[in-house]
């Protein structure tokens, strides 16, 4: 199971670098093209829609593309976030339908709500061309009360690997979260790459532990009465906390869990006391697909 899972995530990155290799080729191979010829580059002086044309803003097959690498729509601006996805942000042979958020939004524990969780999500997916899903922060509030576990459809759920992560809600919660395969090779954020965790040796230089992932739920995915941050809309640094998991869980305590190892000293940006991250975080938290 274990040298499956990591044969996978080989495979998985093997490609997403492939991608960004074939991204690179393509605009040295733009960049290489006269800049002032506004025709084909078999010589036709006006013909904005040439194959490899100077001036027809970046478009490697029609005139008017803006950018684009391939696709004939001229409403595109750019090029695709992640070159070769079909619209499920997939690396690997699934469909991606899960990933650590690769940053928070910068307010600690004001999310703006449940609706701001998720349209984050939805942002972030947005960036590696995982545009057809339905995207859901997995968080719980007070008010209702929503539980995190009831919000992120049935599963089964794959990393930007391909990675399976669970097959359904309760093998996501079983056995305390165990018998999930997060760990700190797979729960990655929305590009595939490593959260850093305990694990220095598995950090990019120069940085911090990050690996508080903000839930307000308990290891069952209930919520955590009083660990909100005031339903994901309060960034004090006192009178309200937030129930944090941890992205690179490895063992079935309470300490050390997916979703539920600790609260927060606040629910304030950054590392100090009273903030998010006091305990190793800055504010990530898990989106799920619903479909």
């Given at each position: 199971m274990l040298h499956e899972q990591q044969s996978q995530i080989r495979k998985g990155r093997f490609v997403r670098w492939s991608r960004r290799a074939l991204v690179v080729a393509a605009v040295f191979a733009l960049s290489c093209g006269?800049?002032?010829d506004n025709g084909s580059s078999d010589g036709g002086a006006n013909n904005n829609g040439g194959s490899t044309s100077g001036n027809n803003n970046g478009a490697?097959?029609?005139g008017n593309n803006n950018g684009s690498t391939g696709n004939t729509n001229g409403d595109n601006n750019g090029m695709d976030a992640a070159p070769g996805?079909?619209?499920d942000g997939s690396a690997g042979d699934r469909p991606m339908s899960f990933f650590v958020?690769?940053?928070?939004l910068g307010k600690g524990g004001n999310l703006g709500g449940l609706a701001g969780a998720d349209a984050h999500c939805v942002a972030l997916a947005k960036t590696v061309n995982a545009v057809k899903k339905q995207w859901r922060a997995y968080l719980s509030i007070e008010a209702g009360p929503i539980h995190a576990r009831d919000r992120i459809g049935s599963g089964p759920w794959y990393n930007a690997d391909g990675v399976l992560v669970a097959t359904n809600v309760q093998t996501l919660h079983a056995n305390?979260?165990?018998?999930?395969?997060?760990?700190?090779?797979?729960?990655?954020?929305?590009?595939g790459e490593l959260v850093p965790g305990?694990?220095?040796a598995k950090r990019p230089p120069g940085t911090m532990n990050d690996h508080d992932i903000l839930t307000g739920s308990t290891v069952d995915g209930m919520v955590a009465t009083g660990s909100t941050c005031m339903d994901w809309t309060s960034d004090a640094a006192t009178g309200t906390v937030a129930q944090v998991?941890?992205?690179d869980k490895d063992g079935p305590n309470g300490r050390i869990q997916w979703n539920s190892s600790h609260a927060t000293s606040g629910c304030a940006e950054g590392r100090m006391m009273g903030g998010i991250g006091s305990g190793g975080g800055s504010g990530r938290f898990y989106c799920f697909a619903t479909d």
């Open positions: 006269d800049d002032d490697m097959d029609g996805n079909d619209g958020t690769s940053r928070g305390m979260g165990m018998d999930n395969a997060l760990n700190v090779d797979v729960s990655v954020d929305e590009a305990r694990d220095e998991g941890h992205s």
